[in-house]
């Protein structure tokens, strides 16, 4: 089979394609029924596509039929193509409209190199080990949770609660029970283990925290070292995933573990870091100094490359000038707060200067609907100064307050309202970061749109 390249106009998709019931006989027809399965699945190929090009490790397949080209093997591709190039193929206006922006803000192929086949017998072989898994090693094996997650070396919950087990490994080296646990969760309970380390309340029980290059701890390692085996004896054992699947039951089990987690009294003054290049059984770094990085390193918020990798106070960037002198004050009154200093003032301002700007913005700008609740303030707010979803900047924040993750408004809330929650520092630091492009935003569209 040779190589051609064809523009994504000549192309024609194909109408018996195995993902559909029924024939589809027009590009329309074709791209409703790939749609019509999970259309936010077609749409985010396609801004990947625009984003990055066509993968160039997997040629789409095409066979010459009424003298055309036919995708037989990746019609999924041609088709966000396509509709990337003509989004009027697209039935649904609010997917249609995606599609328009996809295409306005990314420079996407216009052509594709495919590989032709002499017939759709001749090409059968090879889309059959594309799409019916191993086939006893001669089609596609495809990773472990683990070997993806090593491949990845992203912040997911797998690749947390893989660091943890190989911190805690380091740490208690001599614990010949405990590792053999370990080996027990690493083959069995992973996904469970992640799911206890991705929950804050957890995290702060135990002490620990994740940054891009390591762990924090905030007791010493023997301090830890009962809550540590319990955790991981109950997960060799009997704590399966549907015991801590919410977080109630997650609460619940600290409940019940409470007299071998460590004390509030015996925490750090400051958390100590755990370098992930640290050789096994090295014994912990100094806690740093107040001026050391020991906060994560986190992307520039405005754009401007000389701009430190973290804050040391409250949204130390943010200088708003359209707000209200009240909220001014406010915003100034927390931006002295040194976050390592003060964590648990500065989370609490940096929940109380979120809501009183976006409240203000609400009730300047007249933005009466879903007003109730924290979480729906800032989503208009962030609806308003980007409709389109086009500022990149806002994207943490969009996430961030929006679901209910580690970072969650629900966190804020908490900040305020729990006696029992421990703010910490990467959290705390983290957060500024996050919020501080959107209060910037938020300043320039008042000032654009004065009421």
Known sequence: M??????????????????????????????????GKDPEKLLRLAQDIAQKGVNPTEFPIVVHEDGRPVVIEGNRRIAALKALADPSLVEDARIRKLFAIAARRDTYPQSVRCV?????????????LRHTGEN????????????????????????????FMQQVSEWYSDDEKLLQDIQIVRSQRLTTLARMVSDPKVRNSLGIDFQDDGILAEYEPEVMRNSVRRLFSDLA?????????????????????????????????????????????????????????????????????????????????VVMRNISPRTAKVLNE?????????????????????????TEAAERQGWRRRQDKLRDRIGVALRHIDP?????????????????????????????????????????????????????????????FPK
């Open 237 to 317: 054992t009997h704590l399966s995933v549907s015991q801590v699947k919410s977080k109630d039951q997650r609460r619940e089990y600290l409940g019940a573990i409470k007299d071998d987690l460590p004390q509030n009294s015996q925490r750090l003054t400051q958390p100590r870091f755990m370098s992930k290049q640290s050789p096994a059984g090295a014994s912990p770094v100094s806690a740093p100094t107040q001026d050391q990085a020991i906060l994560p390193k986190r992307p520039s918020t405005s754009g401007h490359p000389n701009r430190p990798q973290q804050d040391k106070r409250v949204f130390q960037n």
């Open 136 to 163: 006893e090693g001669v089609g596609i094996q495809p990773w472990t949770t683990e070997q993806k997650t090593r491949f990845a070396e992203k912040r997911t919950p797998t690749e947390k609660a893989l660091r």
């Open 388 to 448: 389109e979803g086009a500022d990149r900047r806002l994207d943490e924040a969009r996430r961030m307050s929006q679901n209910d993750g580690a970072l969650s408004v629900k966190n804020l809330h908490s900040f305020m309202h729990q006696w029992d929650v421990h703010p910490m520092i990467v959290d705390i630091t983290t957060l500024s970061v996050v919020y501080t492009p959107m209060l910037l935003k938020l300043d320039e569209y008042l000032g654009e």
């Open 334 to 358: 927390a931006k002295k707060i040194v976050i390592a200093e003060s964590p648990n003032v500065a989370a609490i301002m940096i929940r109380a200067v979120i809501d009183i700007a976006v």
């Open 116 to 128: 032709v086949a002499e017939s759709r017998e001749a090409a059968r072989h090879w889309i059959t």
């Open 2 to 35: 040779e190589q051609r390249d064809f523009a994504v106009a000549d192309l024609r998709l194909d109408g018996n394609n195995p993902r559909h019931a029924v024939p589809t006989p027009t590009t329309r027809e074709a791209i409703a029924a790939l749609l």
